[in-house]
């Protein structure tokens, strides 16, 4: 049976719906999106005393060779150097609808002590991926000639492209051969790639051919269970021992990078917004015993309370030292972790960089 490190937990709510024509869209945040706290958010927040206890980590400290951690350029405060990594993955510059590079952090205004500081390249769209990735277009060296004049402040380039095409697998890694020649070997470069356990057909993302272009490869051993998937662990010991397994089989040690998460995720047994038929409307309505519709400036509204059954799943320290030791067991000495400001601060007690 997998490990599961898990919070379940029922409430009610009040719910108001708003209606359009069309199918129910529903909008579901991804891990990415970041809710600014008010400061008495924060005090409220501190002041919480939890009614449940959690397991306390056992054992040896986690001995790391590199130990790597991402900060995103708006969540600086979240990060101090004091933090045991030896590189630093700044969180990102993007591609925006020109086929421009934007939003490159500014090297300076991070310390970073005496880790390694490695700019994060990234582009959130499938059709915008396929034109700067394709040779036949002109964005694409511009593009490349952009990234190494912005990585010239930074250590290293990190390649994070995870909407990659099928039919552009040729040409990413050709995109990553010619930006590897670009950048220099004095300078590192790597790439993230996300979890596998075996080689798919026409492989987007081949980790040894990747591996032939890149300094390190960082796998994303993380969502296993996402955000439209059944309740589950973000990454269970099970499925990540299978992960490593397969990295271990296709990558060189000294370029093999464990990605471990430090979020978590929650989902309800019913989703209460959305748009809806009118058919739709009047099936919850009926559903829940709606008695009464108003019209509010001759629109007709209405409300109703649901129970909703939510089921969360969180890494605290001891769940990511179990991955820790899963790796460190296997002869890995080169982690990193998604990212800074989610993790339970009682982890980096517990790591410990070896030369």
């Known amino acids: 049976m997998k490990k599961i490190i898990g919070l379940f937990f029922v409430l009610s709510i009040g719910v108001n719906f708003s209606f359009a024509k069309g199918r129910a869209d529903i909008d579901i945040p991804s891990e990415n999106v970041e809710?600014?706290?008010?400061?008495?958010?924060?005090?409220?927040?501190?002041?919480?005393?939890?009614?449940?206890?959690?397991?306390?980590?056992?054992?040896?400290?986690?001995?790391?060779?590199?130990?790597?951690?991402?900060?995103m350029q708006n969540r600086k405060s979240e990060y101090n150097s004091d933090i045991p990594l030896t590189d630093v993955c700044y969180f990102a510059a993007e591609i925006n609808s020109y086929g421009e590079l934007v939003g490159v952090p500014k090297r300076?205004?991070?310390?970073?002590?005496?880790?390694?500081?490695?700019?994060?390249?990234?582009?959130?769209?499938?059709?915008?991926?396929?034109?700067?990735?394709?040779?036949?277009?002109?964005?694409?060296?511009?593009?490349?000639?952009?990234?190494?004049?912005?990585?010239?402040?930074?250590?290293?380039?990190?390649?994070?492209?995870?909407?990659?095409?099928?039919?552009d697998r040729k040409h990413f890694i050709t995109f990553l051969s010619d930006l590897r020649y670009s950048l220099g070997s004095a300078k590192w470069f790597t790439v993230c790639v996300p979890a596998r356990v075996k080689l798919l057909s026409e492989d987007i993302y081949p980790y040894a051919e990747i591996a032939k272009y890149s300094d390190r490869v960082f796998i994303m051993a993380y969502d296993e269970s996402w955000s439209g998937s059944k309740p589950g662990p973000i990454a269970s010991v099970d499925w990540c021992r299978r992960v490593m397994e397969y990295a271990q089989k296709t990558i060189p040690e000294r370029k093999l990078i464990m990605g471990l998460p430090f979020y978590g995720r929650t989902w309800a047994s019913e989703t209460t917004a959305g748009a809806w038929y009118f058919s739709g409307a009047n099936r919850i309505m009926t559903?829940?015993?709606?008695?009464?519709?108003?019209?509010?400036?001759?629109?007709?509204?209405?409300?109703?309370?649901?129970?909703?059954?939510?089921?969360?799943?969180?890494?605290?320290?001891?769940?990511?030292?179990?991955?820790?030791?899963?790796?460190?067991?296997?002869?890995?000495?080169?982690?990193?972790?998604w990212r800074i400001g989610q993790e339970d601060p009682e982890f980096w007690k517990w790591v410990r960089l070896s030369k």
Not at 42 to 59: D, H, N, Q, V, W
Not at 138 to 166: C, N, S, T
Request: aromatic fraction near 10%.
């Open 35 to 71: 809710y600014a706290l008010s400061a008495q958010d924060i005090k409220e927040e501190e002041e919480l005393k939890p009614l449940y206890t959690l397991k306390k980590p056992a054992g040896e400290l986690i001995n790391l060779k590199e130990s790597w951690g991402y900060v």
């Open 108 to 167: 300076s205004s991070l310390d970073v002590g005496n880790a390694r500081c490695h700019l994060v390249i990234v582009c959130d769209s499938k059709s915008l991926t396929h034109f700067i990735l394709n040779p036949n277009y002109d964005l694409r060296k511009q593009l490349i000639k952009d990234i190494v004049k912005a990585g010239a402040a930074y250590d290293g380039v990190q390649i994070d492209f995870e909407l990659v095409p099928a039919r």
């Open 287 to 337: 559903e829940h015993k709606v008695e009464e519709v108003t019209y509010e400036n001759d629109i007709p509204t209405f409300k109703y309370t649901a129970q909703v059954e939510v089921t969360g799943y969180f890494n605290d320290t001891w769940s990511v030292l179990q991955l820790c030791r899963l790796y460190q067991e296997a002869g890995i000495k080169k982690m990193g972790f």
